[in-house]
């Protein structure tokens, strides 16, 4: 079993739904949780950075995190076409060993 | 401020050449890590340096050396490429806050590589 599982989709939605993202892990000792974009052929650039547990939100995007159920969520609301691209999420304990999901392929249709 | 550069942008080796790829940062960022992209895999950390002179292996490391002799650069080496090793490469790096709650991190664009 992988430390972190992520649904590789793809997910395909209307322009201006609400998308919703999600992972789960298996390590209880992972305290930081992050959610990467990725355009096609580009590196990863880093959406969202949490530490433990609850919410956090920047603009259109809110992470959330459930300790309890190990359970890793990024919404994306008013969704745009430019939001096509490839999500990651990822996890470490607190060094620098990273964890990442496969990645879910989001397509924003106008 | 070019961030974080990566050369070369695409390479064709055969089975048991070595060879280098290039990785630089201008932010001053202590941390500095290599991931390889497999479809399906994610990305998965190959080696990291906290600074220089310091690096430690990450999840997949065989066949792979890294060396971190400035903040700036830090290199990996194929020491003899096979074609397992066929994947797409990506350098980063980051920089937090003390306590952790804070994250700085930018990626190169990747270097393509297939070995035959």
């Known amino acids: 079993q992988k430390e972190v599982e992520q649904d590789p989709g793809p997910l395909s939605v209307p322009e201006g739904a609400i998308v919703s993202l999600n992972c789960t892990y298996s390590?209880?000792?992972?305290?930081?949780f992050m959610w990467y974009r990725q355009y096609s052929r580009k590196g990863p650039e880093l959406l969202m950075y949490?530490?433990?547990?609850g919410n956090k939100e920047d603009g259109r995007f809110t992470a959330q995190v459930d300790k309890s159920s190990k359970y890793i969520s990024l919404f994306i609301r008013d969704s745009q076409p430019s939001d096509s691209a490839t999500y990651l999420c990822?996890?470490?304990?607190?060094?620098?060993?990273?964890?990442f999901g496969a990645g879910t392929r989001l397509f924003v249709k106008a | 401020n070019a961030g974080v550069t990566q050369t070369p942008k695409f390479q064709v080796l055969k089975t048991g050449q070595s060879m280098t790829l290039q990785c630089a940062q201008d932010?001053?960022?202590?941390?500095m890590s290599w991931y390889r992209q497999d479809p399906g895999m994610g990305l998965r950390l190959i080696h990291y340096?906290?600074?220089?002179?310091?690096?430690d292996q990450g999840e997949v490391p065989n066949g792979y050396n890294v060396s971190r002799s400035t903040t700036e650069d830090f290199p990996l080496r194929l020491l003899s490429a096979a074609p397992s090793q066929t994947s797409v490469y990506f350098c980063?790096?980051?920089?937090?806050?003390?306590?952790?709650?804070?994250?700085?991190?930018?990626f190169g664009p990747g270097t393509r590589l297939l070995v035959l």
């Open positions: 390590n209880s000792a992972f305290q930081y």
């Open positions: 932010m001053n960022h202590e941390y």
């Open positions: 949490t530490y433990s547990s």
């Open positions: 980063a790096s980051s920089s937090r806050t003390v306590a952790g709650e804070k994250e700085t991190q930018y």
């Open positions: 990822a996890s470490y304990t607190g060094g620098f060993k990273t964890i």
């Open positions: 340096s906290v600074g220089a002179g310091i690096t």
